[in-house]
């Protein structure tokens, strides 16, 4: 049962990884590129229409990784302060930060992505986008790196 989680949980980090990444790519590229160039290709696609999905992938992936982090705390935890990974383990501790702080941040990037005035929201969406990315990407990393340190489940 907690492999099944832990392959959806991971699942679903990639699909909010693509998301979130494809968004900030949009949000940061000015509207001027090249019409053929890489960069524009992110602007085609309506970057708001991507906040939804990415607060709905957030708190999917965020429950799923509460739901494994149990049988991590039990399983995986003890073994990795017996072989003193302690770097692991203090990485994955401010990853648990960094997913609280996105959830704080979680309504405010919602709104500024659904705001009325397009010229008011690259003022707070982008920024707002970034810290959000940059925490997904920590997410994603530090998990994969602990998870491959001893394997799940062994």
Known sequence: MATALLILHGLVAVALLGAITHQTLAAWTPPGV?????????????????????VGLYLGAALLGAIVYLYFKVDIQPDLERDRHWHALGFLDLKEDFVAIGFGLLPAYWI??????????????????TILAFI?????????VTNNIMGFGS
Not at 46 to 51: E, H, I, K, L, V
């Open 34 to 54: 090249h019409p053929r160039s890489f960069f524009a290709r992110f602007r085609a696609v309506q970057p708001a229409g991507y906040a939804s999905a990415i």
């Open 112 to 129: 500024s992505w659904h705001q009325q005035f397009a010229d008011k929201r690259d003022r707070t969406a982008a920024p707002l986008t």
């Open 136 to 144: 997904v990407w920590w997410g994603f990393l530090v998990g994969h």
